[in-house]
């Protein structure tokens, strides 16, 4: 009865797509570049006695839907300190960034809906999109002008939607958000922007995307995972939008809420990120490492977001950079097809506001040290 599950494997493990968990050991190396705790507070003291607080006071599961049981006094009041960070009427808690989006695109649309999606968003944007009932048409990366041109051939539609990512993962850039307001308006469409990697993160006081572009889309996705170092989704909006997903999203209804732990935790890092300048220190380093790498003549886009990619081209030497830095203490992964498109195969570097001067000496070191085939 195996049979067949044994023979995908092995057709996997014969090919380059082979995927395989790294080990442990990883966290006990000088140096990791390769983290979502951009800020550092998922290891900050204070968050996690803020976790624990949590904890004790309510318990380590909150143990029913928030329908149910599970709606706590600190859901709400991270809801509503959530929606006051992204400037929204209204925000509602997921169990994680990847539920957030399933429940948004799948609640908001239906047969006649027509959803465009960036090629490049984020893979649970693409596998809402495939359990939603809608018409999906997939637009060339952060590319208007083929946005428009498809938008253009649906203009009597009714129901449509522009999804994007805020901060695209693999190469750290950032959606046009002033442009595809503009767009949203003109063809009267709703905008939703998944900001995992600018919350906290992008703008001048760490408020995500959004702010960057100074526009608030329709809907804000977003997790506690990354700089909030805690985990778990949310979803700013207006009433009316929040309203109708607590209604009607699925992964909203039938999942228990966020335990109290969690919770403590985000409530707290949302705290330190707007009274501590952590993104403007990240932003710092990340330019600083930029230039460094490109006088050393390696291949990176320019960017304002921590995410560092350096650009070989060749799988193979992407994969030799790894395994020489990873000898010098440093941990930086190689990004391969079909991950990422074919000869773009890459080093992605991603820097947190706590490496240490040492930490970043370290990595410009190994860079400069290593042998490029
Ligand atoms: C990480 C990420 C998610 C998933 O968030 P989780 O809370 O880890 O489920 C969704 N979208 C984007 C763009 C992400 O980078």
Known sequence: MMKWIKDELYK????SLYRSLPSPMIQNLKVIASSNNYLGLAKDKRVI????????????GSSGSRLTTGNFAIHEQLEKELAN???TE????????YLANLGVITTLSNHETIVFSDEYNHASIIDACRLSQAKIIVYKHNNMVDLESKMEKYKNHSK?????DGVFSM???LAPLNKLSFLKEKHNALLIVDDAHGTGVIGSSGRGTSEYFSTTPDVIIGTLSKALGSEGGFVCS???IINYLIQKSRPFIFQTSLSPGNIGAALKSLHIIQTEKRHVILREKANDLRQFLRKNNYSVPNGVTPIIPIIFGKA???????????NDGIFIPAIRPPTVPENTSRLRCTLMSTHSNNDLNLIKEAFQSVAIL
């Not at 996997?12 to 090919?15: G, I, L, Q, V």
């Not at 006695?49 to 380590?60: D, M, S």
């Not at 209204?90 to 994680?96: A, G, T, V």
């Open 238 to 240: 207006n009433n009316i």
């Open 90 to 97: 209204s925000c509602l808690l997921y169990s994680s960034g």
């Open 85 to 87: 960070f992204k400037g």
């Open 171 to 173: 190469d750290g850039d």
């Open 160 to 164: 449509k939607l522009i999804v994007t």
């Open 49 to 60: 006695n803020a976790a624990k607080e949590t904890i004790l006071k309510y318990g380590t």
């Open 316 to 326: 193979t030497m992407a994969l030799e950079l790894q395994k020489q830095l990873y």
């Open 12 to 15: 996997r493990e014969t090919s």
